[in-house]
Nanobody
Framework: QVQLVESGGGSVQAGASLRLSCVASGYNVSGYCMGWFRQPPGKEREGVAFINADLVTTYVDSVKGRFTISRDKAKNTLYLQMNSLKVEDSAMYYC??????????????????WGQGTQVTVSS
């Protein structure tokens, strides 16, 4: 089982930037699909951004142009650069991984490995 540990969350004002990191251990995840989900309080978890082993990326419409997902295969690390943060981006952000070269279907139940989450709070 892949272990995932996120970091980089925090409390910021609207318009600020944050960079989330997710370090994987236990397995070389260079051939894995990896992604970020988020769950605001009282709401369902949603997929935010995903990157496959070919470095092809997918984003939910609400973050396109503001968030960038990337990975450093040598460091077994996933990143999420979040710019122009909005209040509605506030949520617990989770890193997830699956042992599949490609990411489709992008559903949380398709990802067996999850981190513990890192909180992002954006105030107006």
């Amino acid at each position: 089982q892949v272990q995932l540990v996120e970091s980089g969350g925090g409390s910021v004002q609207a318009g600020a930037s944050l960079r989330l990191s997710c370090v994987a251990s236990g397995y070389n995840v260079s051939g894995y699909c990896m992604g970020w989900f988020r769950q605001p309080p009282g709401k369902e978890r949603e997929g935010v951004a995903f990157i496959n082993a070919d470095l092809v990326t997918t984003y939910v419409d609400s973050v396109k142009g503001r968030f960038t997902i990337s990975r450093d295969k040598a460091k077994n690390t996933l990143y999420l650069q979040m710019n122009s943060l909005k209040v509605e981006d506030s949520a617990m952000y989770y890193c997830a991984a699956r042992s599949s070269w490609y990411c489709n279907p992008i559903r949380d139940v398709a990802f067996p490995s999850w981190g513990q989450g890192t909180q992002v709070t954006v105030s107006s």
